[in-house]
């Protein structure tokens, strides 16, 4: 695609179910980042894809947080057990290679846990 | 741990102000430092450096970066109403199973007033 997808833009779950986030990169890209922003916060790191190398996992928040990248290209993020602070935008970004860093985002996906 | 400091976190100014916006980094590995400019969602990509000393610009924006103290800046002159957004900072790791992971600044939200 001509741009870095993403779905639902918008997701309002109930506390304690499961949600799943859609990543669509940009084709080619191997690079692919998980970010989320809570209101009024900066960008916090979940996790990084690159390639077929094993993924930083290191900003996953807790063991609810999980992620997968199938064939190397689509990418889900999924919530497990959904608590109100989990509230936020998601964002997905894409780069080309490791060499080449600028990132790419999506318009991402304001999940709100009531 | 990589880090990347903005400041100052917020600013209000009026139409015709000149900004700056600075950045200082942390990172084991450093290979290149980004601006970019967040509205509503998604972040847009504004500028990467990679060498000292070399102001990059774009209209009424411009950035340098400063390898041997480890800080960016990025100027706005003659500001206007639509420069009000959150200003990012980021920074791309050069090293190991890091290679290309992009850490984030705090950000900067500008303001701009009529």
């Known amino acids: 695609g001509a741009g870095v997808s993403q779905s639902p833009s918008n997701k309002v779950t109930e506390k304690g179910k499961d949600v799943e986030l859609r990543c669509d990169p940009i084709?080619?890209?191997?690079?692919l980042y998980w970010y989320r922003q809570s209101l009024g916060q900066g960008l916090e790191f979940l996790i990084y894809f690159q390639g077929n190398s094993a993924p930083d996992k290191s900003g996953l928040p807790s063991d609810r947080f999980s992620a997968e990248r199938t064939g190397g290209s689509v990418s889900t993020l999924t919530i497990q057990r959904t608590q109100q602070e989990d509230s936020a935008v998601y964002l997905c970004a894409s780069s080309l290679s490791r060499a080449n860093t600028e990132a790419f985002f999506g318009q991402g996906t304001r999940l709100t846990v009531v | 741990e990589d880090k990347v400091v903005q400041s100052p976190l917020s600013l209000v100014v009026h139409e015709g102000d000149t900004v700056t916006l600075n950045c200082s980094y942390e990172?084991?590995?450093?290979?290149?430092l980004l601006w970019y400019k967040q509205e509503k969602k998604a972040p847009t990509f504004l500028f990467m450096l990679?060498?000292?000393?070399i102001e990059k610009k774009s209209g009424r924006l411009s950035s340098i970066l400063d390898k041997k103290e480890l800080f960016s800046i990025l100027n706005i002159t003659a500001t206007q109403t639509g420069d009000s957004a959150i200003y990012l900072c980021?920074?791309?790791?050069?090293?190991?199973?890091?290679?290309?992971?992009?850490?984030f600044g705090q950000g900067t939200i500008l303001t701009v007033h009529p």
């Open positions: 990172v084991t590995n450093f290979r290149s």
């Open positions: 980021v920074v791309a790791n050069a090293g190991g199973t890091s290679y290309g992971k992009l850490t």
């Open positions: 084709s080619g890209h191997t690079a």
């Open positions: 990679t060498s000292s000393g």
